[in-house]
Structure formats: C-alpha cells, structure tokens
C-alpha cells in the first residue's frame, strides 16, 4: 500500500508528489491523458520565466523534478476509489483504472481536473458549475473524507498554472501533516544556518556547505542549458471542437 496515490499528473498533481516525495512519503501519481495545458501556445504569467516558457516543456521538467524527488508514475484512468473498511478510512482507499491491477494507497489526492466521477462512491462532496463538477474542500484541501484530498482546478481554484501548483503545494504539506511524517519545512540552507546557533537541523530541512551548494548549483544549470538547448517538436494539442484540416 503507497502512503500516497495522486489522481492527475497535470500541474497540481505534480506539484503535490514533488512536495511528498521529498517528505519521504512513498508517492504514486496516476495520470490518464494529457495536462489541459499542453493546450497553451506560450505560458508566459508563471514566475521565474521572463519572457514565459514553452508550456509542454514546463511540464516534462516538472514530472522529471517529480521523479528526481522519488515520485512514481503509472499511466491509467482511474475510473473508482473507494475505502477498504467504509467504517474505518485510515484502512486506506482501493482505486481502480482502466486497465491494470487496482492500486492501494493511505491517501489519495484527486489533482484530476476536469474528472471527479471517480469519487462519486466515495461521496466526498460536489458541487456543479455548468458542465463540471468541483471537488468540495477546506483550507489544506480535505474533503468530507478522511484521507482524501483535492488539489487545483478540479478543487475550484482559478484557472491558472501558478495557483493550481501553489494549492497543490499546500495541499501536499496538509497531507504530510495528517501523516504525522516527522516535517518542519522543507528547505535547503547554509551550512550552520541551524546549528551555527546551536539547533539541530530540523526534519525536512537540510544544511549544505559551499562546496555541496555550488555542486548543485552546476548540476541544474547543466540540467537547465541542455533542456532548453533546441525548441520542443510538440505543438499546443488544439480545443477538440476546433475543426482543423
Ligand atoms: C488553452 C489554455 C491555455 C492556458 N494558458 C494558461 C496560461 O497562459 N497561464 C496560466 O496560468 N494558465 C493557463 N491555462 C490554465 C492551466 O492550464 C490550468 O489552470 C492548469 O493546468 C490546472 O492544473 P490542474 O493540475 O488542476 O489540471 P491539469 O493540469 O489539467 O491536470 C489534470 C490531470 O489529471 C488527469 N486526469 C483527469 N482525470 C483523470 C482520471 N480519472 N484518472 C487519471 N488521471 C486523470 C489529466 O490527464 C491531467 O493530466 C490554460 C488553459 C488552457 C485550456
């Protein structure tokens, strides 16, 4: 059983495994298809990109920070969730896809915008607006069921990369600390930073010296120039009602 099963490997999906990942929370993200912003001609309104990036390049470097921080993908639509014991959620939660053996995780985090039927044996709380349905949450995005969470668009938050990888963050750090994983921030500092003044590194933080900061340092920027060297062959996948020759 993994500790995590996220529903969507689009932004906020991703955004969540990178945050549990790297809490040490064994992570699985099942994605179906395709994230809604490989539609995107060019996503220049995601900070630390001044003159905006190619959005289908933005997400492979996501998924592969996600891996690098020990995410696991699987391809499937997941079509139900349901709880192993309906009187006892922490039993943990059976998901069935498409195709494939089912999957059992503690938590599942539905990042799955705009799909949600899935839950509907779970009733977790919906709501409709016009043709979708929205997945009902509070602040950390939990939803009517225990151990079941909600992250990005498919949660109503603004249709917008930034805050469907912000919320989904956030949504990451409520289920680190329902999980009771031994977390304060996760943060990457100085050498001494914590115990130059006596403290102990905090679970989650790491201190690093200069030599280990410049290495890493290197490492991404060569990361970096190689993976923007050449322009992407992939082109924006189109609206489905748009006819096209
Ligand atoms: C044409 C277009 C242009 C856009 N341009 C911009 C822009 O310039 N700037 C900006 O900030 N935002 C832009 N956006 C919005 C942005 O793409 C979304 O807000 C963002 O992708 C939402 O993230 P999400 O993780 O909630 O959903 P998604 O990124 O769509 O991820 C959802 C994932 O869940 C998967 N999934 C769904 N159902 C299932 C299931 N049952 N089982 C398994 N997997 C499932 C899907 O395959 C998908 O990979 C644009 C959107 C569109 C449509």
Redo the contacts with the bound molecule.
Sequence with gaps: MRDVCI???????LAVSIFTARAGLDTLV????????A??AS????PGFPNGVDARRYLQLTREQASEAGATFEL???TSVEAKDATNFEAGFVLETEAGEPLEARRVVA???S?SE?LVPLDVGRTQRGSKHFVSVDEGGRTAVDGVYAA???AGEP????V?AGHGAKVALAVIHDSDANFYHDWVVPEGYFTGRGREVPPACEEIDDTERRRRDERARTRLLEAFDEPLEEVPTMHPSVERE
């Design positions: 529903v969507g490997g689009g932004v906020a999906g099942v994605d179906g298809g395709e994230s809604i912003l539609r995107n996503l220049e309104n995601y499937g639509h997941v990042a799955s915008w799909d899935y990005g668009r498919v249709h917008q990369t930034i469907a």
